[in-house]
């Protein structure tokens, strides 16, 4: 069973930036299609940034130019860089591993931005 383990979360001001990292188990991590996504309090999840294993990467028109998703095959880990956050980032993130039709889920990390 493929495990994924997010950490970086927390409470950040406006304007702040926060680093969420995910490790994913295993020993296929290289193969994986790597995504997050977030689910605020009443809303559907969505995608916010995913990355090809070839390194490609996607972002949500809300995060472009603030957000920078990373991979590290070595580490089998996930980043997250998030600049310039707003209040409406606020929100549960999710790391993603993907797979043909295999589809893998971490707990998720809250992120908070309050002032």
């Known amino acids: 069973q493929v495990q994924l383990v997010e950490s970086g979360g927390g409470l950040v001001q406006p304007g702040g930036s926060l680093r969420l990292s995910c490790v994913v188990s295993g020993n296929f991590f290289s193969t994986y299609h790597m995504g997050w996504y977030r689910q605020a309090p009443g809303e559907t999840r969505e995608l916010v940034a995913e990355i090809t294993s070839g390194g490609h990467t996607n972002y949500a028109d809300s995060v472009k130019a603030r957000f920078t998703i990373s991979r590290d095959n070595a580490q089998n880990a996930v980043f997250l860089q998030m600049n310039s956050l707003k209040p409406e980032d606020t929100a549960v993130y999710y790391c993603?591993?993907?797979?043909?039709?295999?589809?893998?889920w971490g707990q998720g990390t809250q992120v908070t931005v309050s002032s």
């Open positions: 993603n591993a993907a797979w043909f039709n295999d589809m893998y």
